[in-house]
């Protein structure tokens, strides 16, 4: 499938999908949201691909947000509908079952801030910058930023960011817990593609179950999430690569895993 907005180049069963809007600072428009809909979809229904990397082209914006023409057009319904479809299309970036690597190129504002949050782990360029600047617009996050930045790097930062609509750099985010790593920026893509290989090397359903263990049991009470854990745990029992991990390991050989 071809988009007009993005790429999507598929290897060594990495998908790498980048916003490509260079011109507009890769924002947001409903046309490319609709293209991340489908890009998505075809990630998580192909069996070649096990990983999404996803980044933005240029080397100015992973993404700059929704597109300011469009937010000022809009209607309360409208708008309510579009942060709605926004907000579905993160769950399901947050829920695709395969891990999702945000490869923070550049700015990571708005939307742009919010997508990277709903993907897995967040790789960031020593150059990015990040923000939630929607209280400059009179408006606030809508695509699940009040929600997830809270629950990522705890209510105090989170209000800080938000109210105050102030960008900070990738060494400040790295110190709050807002990325996982920082790399000088011609690295980005080739350090955060070697810990997709590294997560591709592992058991497939061991990372897709460990993935839905933390994401649901985040929303549960301790004594569920415990419960839930041990539930995928003993599913994972079962499968034919946890025998094939165990025995591997007795044998003192590299795992040969099925994803079954
Ligand atoms: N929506 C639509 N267009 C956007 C955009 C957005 N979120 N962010 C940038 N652009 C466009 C600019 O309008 C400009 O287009 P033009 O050349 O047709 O005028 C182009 O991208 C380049 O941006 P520019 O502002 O000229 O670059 P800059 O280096 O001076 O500033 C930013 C960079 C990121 C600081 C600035 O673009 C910005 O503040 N963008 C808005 C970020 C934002 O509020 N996002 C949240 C939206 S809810």
């Known amino acids: 499938m071809s988009f007009q907005n993005l790429t999507l180049e598929i290897r060594d069963r990495v998908a790498r999908l980048t916003v490509n809007r260079p011109e507009k600072l890769n924002a947001l428009n409903r046309a490319t949201l609709q293209e991340m809909e489908q890009a998505f979809s075809e990630c998580s229904s192909d069996p ?65 801030c919010e997508i990277a949050l709903a993907c897995t782990l967040r790789f960031a360029a020593s150059t990015a910058r990040f923000g939630q600047p929607e209280v400059n617009l009179g408006l606030i996050p809508g ?18 960011l938000i109210l105050t609509g102030e960008m900070i750099d990738a060494a400040e985010a790295l110190r709050i817990g807002l990325v996982n790593q920082v790399f000088p920026a011609e690295e980005l893509l080739p350090k955060t593609e070697a810990v997709a290989s590294i997560i591709l090397s592992r058991g497939p359903l061991a990372v897709r179950y460990a993935m839905e263990a933390i994401h649901r049991g985040l929303n549960m009470p301790l004594e569920e999430g415990l419960d839930y854990e041990a539930t995928l745990f003993s599913v994972l029992c079962s499968s034919t690569d946890m025998k094939e991990g165990t025995r591997a390991f007795l044998e003192k050989r590299k795992p040969k895993f099925e994803g079954r």
């Open 48 to 112: 070649a691909v096990g990983l999404v990397i996803l980044t933005g082209s240029g080397a100015k914006a992973f993404i700059a947000g929704a597109d300011i023409n469009e937010l000022a057009q809009q209607t309360p319904v409208e708008g309510r509908e579009y942060a709605r479809y926004g907000q579905r299309l993160f769950q399901r970036i947050e829920s695709l079952g395969k891990p999702v690597l945000a490869a923070i190129n550049g700015y990571a504002l708005g939307g742009g």
């Open 143 to 160: 695509y699940g930023g009040t929600q997830r930045l809270a629950r990522l790097v705890g209510r105090g930062k989170a209000q800080e």
